[in-house]
């Protein structure tokens, strides 16, 4: 198969942006984003934007590296210099080992994942409880994953981020026929670049769960394998430059859907919840976790487009936060499955990650619930999984800095982009630090 030439052809190539997208646009947007905006108002919409813009270019960059060499995530990551182990044949660095430790607060936050859809179910729905809708979600997560191919996961998420980015537009343009209207005053303020750091715990939460995570960095070179932008060219150089450009096209494409299926939320938070008595009680205290988020946008749908509206926002909701744990899950068997083959914990064979894939499918769904039912609150758990994401980006970060440093000068990146990485990452060791100082000591 010929790489895509022209801008048309390559946009016939998307498709790992779109789950990739299926996973972003859901918890941080729907959950995380409002309650940010709810704090503080829009004086953070600059923090929001730099979370959803500043992670693609580490996207694209290891993405890069995996399209030249045709190497999963953590086999390329295996490669980094520092301490190795060597188990059944398999050499795997530290770094590798370090990320392993991440699956545990990540299947936390798919808990409390499962935990939101189920209570926007159960708003659909009320007769079925929110119990039974956790485990019914999960259990239908498993067999679609389970019985699925990467074309049907595509297919499905595809008719999902189409239907709630229409929907978040609509959103967005309604709004500006009320009260609530967004003006430019609004937008000036929160460009300014202010930081209260009484909402720091929050903001740190929301870089880690908005936009690309390092969870879904890793989880995309995967979908790109799986696509076929990783085409064995011969060394042709032009060839590989084609499919690099089509992988950088489909990244394009989820920087716009996310920036879609985000914002509306932040200013419907920053609009109209930013100024409920009763929600800025909660927030006063810094008692995030005690916020009914589904429940305040439910009623917030309401107030701003009419009382029609909130059945709108919870079917909304269910479809957001379902592909999310849709995604979400059918990244972490590729992910925990590579993990288990490359550092030896498993001897690989012909079918054995197919085989993992599959057995993987049915235990995520199963350890999401005990995470729910153990701590039955979504935005604990949810904050969880943003915290360590947040704080595991300058790993991936160092990586694609270190591993495009080896590719052949002419498939190397530009100068400027080196130069936006290394920004980007003085950026995250910074909110890393902020991250251990305020679980040590606290602001």
């Not at 039912?373 to 800095?401: E, H, K």
């Amino acid at each position: 198969m010929n790489a895509p030439r022209s801008l048309l052809d390559r946009l016939k190539y998307i498709g790992p942006s779109v789950i990739v997208t299926g996973s972003v646009v859901g918890s941080g947007s729907i959950v995380m984003t409002p309650l940010l905006g709810a704090a503080a108002g829009f004086v953070l919409l600059w923090w929001l934007l730099l979370s959803m813009w500043s992670k693609p270019i580490i996207q694209a960059e290891i993405s890069r590296y995996i399209v030249v060499t045709r190497k999963t995530f953590l086999e390329a990551f295996s490669d980094m210099p520092g301490f190795k182990t060597t188990i059944q044949g398999k050499t795997t660095s530290w770094l590798v080992w370090f990320m392993f430790i991440g699956v545990i607060p990540s299947v936390a936050g798919m808990g409390g994942l499962a935990g939101a859809v189920a209570e926007a179910g159960n708003s659909m729905i009320p007769l079925i409880s929110v119990e039974i809708w956790v485990v019914a979600c999960c259990l239908t997560t498993w067999l679609i994953l389970y019985w699925g191919s990467y074309q049907n996961l595509e297919s499905i998420l595809l008719v999902m981020v189409l239907f709630f980015s229409f929907i978040t537009i609509a959103i967005a343009f309604s709004m500006q026929s009320t009260e609530y209207e967004v003006n430019f005053e609004q937008i000036s303020q929160g460009l300014t670049f202010s930081f209260p750091t009484e909402f720091l715990p929050l903001a740190l939460a929301v870089f880690g769960f908005t936009g690309i995570s390092y969870g879904e960095i890793m989880a995309y070179t995967y979908w790109c394998l799986e696509k076929g932008y990783a085409q064995d060219t011969r060394n042709d150089i032009q060839e590989t430059k084609a499919w690099i450009k089509t992988m950088q096209t489909d990244v394009w494409v989820t920087v716009l859907f996310i920036t879609i299926g985000t914002l509306p939320f932040f200013f419907l938070g920053a609009g109209v919840l930013h100024f409920v008595p009763e929600l800025q009680e909660s927030l006063a205290t810094n008692s995030f976790w005690d916020v009914d988020i589904i429940g305040a946008l439910q009623n917030m749908f309401s107030l701003v487009l009419g009382g029609w509206a909130k059945w709108l926002f919870i079917i909304l909701a269910f479809f957001v936060l379902f592909s999310t744990l849709l995604s979400g899950t059918a990244a972490f068997t590729r992910t925990i499955a590579d993990y288990l083959i490359s550092t030896g914990l498993v001897l690989e064979q012909e079918d054995t990650r197919t085989y993992l894939i599959k057995l993987i499918a049915f235990f995520i769904p199963f350890f999401s619930c005990v995470f729910y039912f153990i701590l039955p609150n979504p935005i604990t758990l949810l904050i969880i999984a943003g915290i360590w994401a947040a704080m595991g980006l300058p790993i991936v970060n160092i990586g694609a800095l270190y591993l495009i440093s080896k590719l052949d000068k002419d498939l190397q990146p530009k100068q400027s982009t080196k130069t936006i990485l290394w920004l980007s990452l003085i950026l995250q060791i910074t909110m890393a630090l902020l991250i251990l100082y305020d679980m040590t000591i606290g602001f």
